[in-house]
């Protein structure tokens, strides 16, 4: 496994850091992380790029998605040694990043193409995955613990008027209609540094605290709902959990009140319902400067470390 700590791009052998974004149509995948005998994004990324440099390449990834949620912003670094990095110019006179964009797309629809024993709508997943940029990372970079925030959507047709099966792999279609007012309400209730366990899965030695900086729900002209959920790290379902939780006040069989009442009851329970995962987006990761990447990714590590003690 490659080094995982920042790495700076030097001339005197040390490692580079590379930076991709990319998105992903989930629905055929089972989440982002390597799970042995599963499709999932990261293995498929990371076959190709080891066909491409030759060893095994692990990525580090901004936030991991759960089976079936998609990404239209997602970042992922790795590190490779100088001569590596020069190689996938293959001897020509062009900018490594360049070269291993376009031979990355080409791998990958390889990679994704006739997956024997897969669904039939998913037997051919070429262009499910797209790497829109690939370039050598500023100094102090780390695709995970320099984000500043993150941000999801989640579509939501609660009139059948608008049910378009066209849409049907990314927007929820809701039996009931929803008070949008009521749905803003009780999301403000939460905003904010708290302990979200009562609307996460929590992980093994992982903190459960997390600051809310946005969760609004708007209509829109076509008169379907799209929720924005910002935060600077999400845990496991969280986004899900929330998003399942308001739909419960917005169809009134809650009040808002109930949202800030769960937060603070910090227990995982039978209430604690998620919405389905295929209208949820990670539509940006956000950064702060090159000059306070690697501030920014020491800071983070220290809180989350303070936090989970």
């Known amino acids: 496994m490659t080094s995982q700590k920042p790495a700076v791009p030097t001339p005197d052998g040390g490692l580079l850091r590379v930076r991709m974004d990319l998105a992903y149509d989930g629905g055929a995948f089972s989440g982002w992380a390597v799970q042995p005998g599963l499709l999932t994004v990261q293995g498929a990324v990371e076959e190709a790029l080891a066909t491409l440099i030759r060893r095994p390449v692990r990525l580090t990834v901004a936030g991991r998605t759960d089976a079936g949620v998609h990404a239209r912003d997602q970042v992922v670094h790795f590190d490779v040694e100088p001569g590596e990095w020069a190689a996938l110019a293959r001897g020509r006179d062009i900018d490594p990043a360049d070269s291993l964009l376009r031979r990355l797309r080409g791998v990958l629809a390889k990679v994704?193409?006739?997956?024997?024993?897969?669904?039939?709508?998913?037997?051919?997943?070429?262009?499910?995955?797209?790497?829109?940029?690939?370039?050598?990372?500023?100094?102090?970079?780390?695709?995970?613990?320099?984000?500043?925030w993150r941000r999801y959507s989640y579509r939501i047709a609660d009139?059948?008027?608008?049910?378009?099966?066209?849409?049907?792999?990314?927007?929820?279609?809701?039996?009931?209609?929803?008070?949008?007012?009521?749905?803003?309400?009780?999301?403000?209730?939460?905003?904010?540094?708290?302990?979200?366990?009562?609307?996460?899965?929590?992980?093994?030695?992982s903190t459960t605290i997390r600051e809310l900086q946005h969760l609004e729900f708007r209509r829109g002209d076509?008169?379907?709902?799209?929720?924005?959920?910002?935060?600077?790290?999400?845990?496991?379902?969280?986004?899900?959990?929330?998003?399942?939780?308001?739909?419960?006040?917005?169809?009134?069989?809650?009040?808002?009140?109930?949202?800030?009442?769960?937060?603070?009851?910090?227990?995982?329970?039978?209430?604690?319902?998620?919405?389905?995962?295929?209208p949820l987006v990670l539509e940006e990761v956000a950064y702060p400067p090159a000059s306070a990447l690697l501030e920014r990714a020491e800071q983070t590590r220290a809180m989350r470390t303070a936090e989970s003690e």
């Open 159 to 205: 009139r059948p008027a608008n049910w378009d099966p066209l849409a049907r792999n990314i927007t929820l279609w809701h039996k009931h209609e929803l008070d949008v007012d009521l749905l803003n309400d009780a999301g403000s209730r939460i905003l904010g540094v708290n302990d979200f366990l009562s609307f996460c899965k929590p992980r093994e030695f």
């Open 222 to 278: 076509d008169g379907v709902i799209t929720a924005s959920v910002q935060a600077d790290a999400f845990c496991h379902n969280m986004v899900r959990a929330l998003v399942g939780a308001s739909l419960m006040v917005g169809s009134g069989e809650h009040e808002p009140a109930w949202l800030a009442e769960r937060l603070a009851s910090k227990v995982r329970d039978s209430k604690t319902k998620l919405a389905p995962p295929h």
């Open 112 to 148: 994704l193409g006739g997956r024997v024993g897969a669904p039939v709508p998913y037997r051919d997943l070429a262009g499910a995955i797209e790497v829109h940029t690939a370039r050598l990372a500023p100094e102090g970079f780390d695709a995970r613990f320099s984000a500043l």
